[in-house]
């Protein structure tokens, strides 16, 4: 498939805005002095990367019909991050047992189920859920009246924008319960398809 310029240098400007995210992050956990000031403000300018990231799965996910059978795409698909996934999740839940010195199983496991074994690992989570949705997601795309489409797009983004706002406070990790990214996913898939 033929490489979209436009999309990878978005890409890369939100691969170093998440970095920015990051370093900036840990200014805002301080006082509020004048390093808190630039780093909330920093933080503040960066918000847009992961929603972009997740546009940008929809848009090369669902630009074209699936040419494979949704067994087959889970195959090729899952099959790259599951191991990688399990893997890193055993680990960091093993680091941080050890570091905390709590051995309580059931705490952990309930941890590994959501989709939290550490909480920087959430979007690999959030990754297996739309690979989960993305066959439905593309036959959704393909099938949309155009007449619907802006609709169907407006809807999706009020929908993940209200469920974020309603849900600052619940822990929203879960691997089933990606909702504004699954409202994402469409956008992405549709306007870049429908462009």
């Known amino acids: 498939m ?23 992050a840990a200014s805002v956990m301080g006082s509020r ?11 503040s300018f960066t918000r847009w990367a992961v929603p972009t990231f997740v546009m940008i ?3 090369l996910l669902l630009r074209t019909p699936l040419e494979v059978s949704p067994t087959t795409f889970y195959r090729r698909r899952l099959g790259r991050i599951l191991l990688p996934l399990i893997f890193w999740s055993v680990l960091y839940t093993l680091w941080s047992t050890v570091r905390s010195g709590a051995y309580d199983w059931q705490t952990l496991l309930i941890r590994f ?3 939290n074994p550490y909480f920087h690992m959430w979007y690999i989570f959030m990754l297996v859920g739309l690979y989960l949705v ?16 802006r609709t169907a797009i407006i809807v999706s983004f009020a929908l993940a924008i209200i469920e974020t706002y309603a849900s600052r406070t619940a822990q929203r990790r879960h691997l089933l319960l990606q909702f504004p990214a699954l409202c994402r996913l469409f956008p992405g898939g549709a306007l870049f398809r429908h462009r």
């Not at 002095?33 to 933080?43: F, S, T, V, Y």
């Not at 997601?137 to 949309?144: F, T």
């Open 2 to 24: 033929q490489r979209t310029l436009w999309l990878d240098r978005l890409r890369l400007l939100a691969t170093f805005t998440v970095v920015l995210l990051h370093v900036s």
């Open 33 to 43: 002095d004048l390093q808190w000031w630039i780093g909330n403000i920093a933080d």
């Open 113 to 115: 189920l959501t989709g």
């Open 57 to 59: 799965t929809g848009a």
């Open 134 to 149: 993305a066959p439905f997601v593309n036959y959704a795309v393909i099938h949309i009246p155009r007449a619907w489409l």
